[in-house]
Antibody
Framework: QLQLQESGPRLVKPSETLSLTCTVS??????????WGWIRQPPGKGLEWIGS???????YYNPSLKSRVTLSADTSKTQFSLKLSSVTAADTAVYYC????????????WGQGTLVTVSS | DIQMTQSPSSLSASVGDRVTITCRAS??????LNWYQQTPGKAPKLLIY???NLQSGVPSRFSGSGSGTDFTLTISSLQPEDFATYYC?????????FGQGTKLEIK
């Protein structure tokens, strides 16, 4: 059974770069037919897609975050990462990594999520 | 971006009730519409994909319908574990967008 787990610093200072890693178990990110991506949820608010990539192929970013976001894949094929630069308090959120089906773009499964707080 | 609008934003209902949540897309998305359930402190869980297909393991009291711009999620007989927040998401474009959520509360 495929499982995803986010890891990284829980507290980031304003203007610095938020960095998270997603570790995939029970499969690999070079699987056919799937994108891999990040979604976030500010406390008490809704879901916001950050970006997705296809291993060895294209990467797609939310236009509102594109200038600050970088997604990358590890050569181990079991990890991928998110970097979000120049963070502010508005970037405080639970960050989820997830697999995205290439056809219907359904998001499943999700990682459990990790709360990242931006504060000095 | 394709905008997704859910209604209502919140809903009070009782165990055993039939409830319907609506999701409207700002343009036609054919049947590329997915529904999720989120309980407090948990990641969203996929319920319905491609508008009307029940994800494996999801109870049959959940159903989805619609195409084009208008979609519905129906719970035929509410159970205590169904009180949660529900989100729709368009799968028509790789730039994914979600509805703002519908919070289903116990009356």
């Amino acid at each position: 059974q495929l499982q995803l787990q986010e890891s990284g610093p829980r507290l980031v200072k304003p203007s610095e770069t938020l960095s998270l890693t997603c570790t995939v178990s029970g499969g690999s990110i070079n699987s056919n037919n799937y994108y891999w991506g990040w979604i976030r949820q500010p406390p008490g608010k809704g879901l916001e897609w950050i970006g997705s990539f296809y291993y060895g192929g294209s990467t797609y970013y939310n236009p509102s975050l594109k200038s600050r976001v970088t997604l990358s894949a590890d050569t181990s094929k079991t990890q991928f990462s998110l970097k979000l630069s120049s963070v502010t308090a508005a970037d405080t959120a639970v960050y989820y990594c997830a697999r995205v089906d290439q056809l219907e773009l359904r998001v499943d499964p999700w990682g459990q999520g990790t709360l990242v707080t931006v504060s000095s | 971006d394709i905008q997704m609008t859910q209604s209502p934003s919140s809903l009070s209902a009782s165990v055993g009730d039939r409830v319907t949540i609506t999701c409207r897309a700002s343009q036609s998305i054919n049947n590329y519409l997915n529904w999720y359930q989120q309980t407090p402190g948990k990641a969203p869980k996929l319920l319905i994909y491609a508008a009307s297909n029940l994800q494996s393991g999801v109870p049959s009291r959940f159903s989805g319908s619609g195409s084009g711009t208008d979609f519905t999620l129906t719970i035929s007989s509410l159970q205590p574990e169904d009180f949660a927040t529900y989100y729709c998401q368009q799968g028509y474009r790789t730039s994914l967008t979600f509805g703002q959520g519908t919070k289903l509360e116990i009356k």
